[in-house]
């Protein structure tokens, strides 16, 4: 009996020490309950502290904007300043050919060597031009367009499929990228 009895009492003591330890567990949870809930009650600004951060936010924002439209105005510039020396560059190596023809012509007597001189000349700035997307327009038997052609003389039409139409280029016109640079000089058939 004695056996019983401490079997008994252990038994006893084991869940006395068991409930002590789930209270214990009960009041630390409610513990962090409670401390979490007061981490969460967050106490609101005065109408003054937000007007103030938010005045602070606008101004930094607007900072930053004015800053970014600064920047961007600068880049364009740059880029606008910068943007025809490209074709500069290419065009120097045709300024140096024709001051080389041109001294070459001082002491030069076969005419069709000069010729031949000039059109290769005339052939490489064509060809620099024509990369940096100039396009010659063809306007001679076409129908006259005022968006195009800028009319200098009207004269009688030579055939009467010619009427309304451009007789002669006074003056070409160019393209560059399909946006029109300079209208064509035209004479129109009446």
Known sequence: MSEEK?????????TTSDTQDTATEEQ???TVAEETQTEETVIE???EE?????NDKFLRLYSEFDNYRKRTNKEKLELISTASSGVIKDLVAVLDDFERAITNNETVEDTAALKE???????KLKGVLETKGLKPMISKGEVFDS???EAIANIPAPTEDLKGKIVDDVE??????DKVIRYAKVVVGQ
């Open 147 to 149: 968006e195009l052609h």
């Open 50 to 54: 937000k007007y103030a951060e938010l």
């Open 28 to 30: 630390e949870q409610e």
């Open 172 to 177: 070409k016109g160019y393209y560059i990228h």
């Open 6 to 14: 401490e079997l008994n009492e252990e038994v006893k003591n084991e």
């Open 117 to 123: 001189g000039f059109n290769l000349i005339h052939n």
């Open 45 to 47: 600004p005065t109408p």
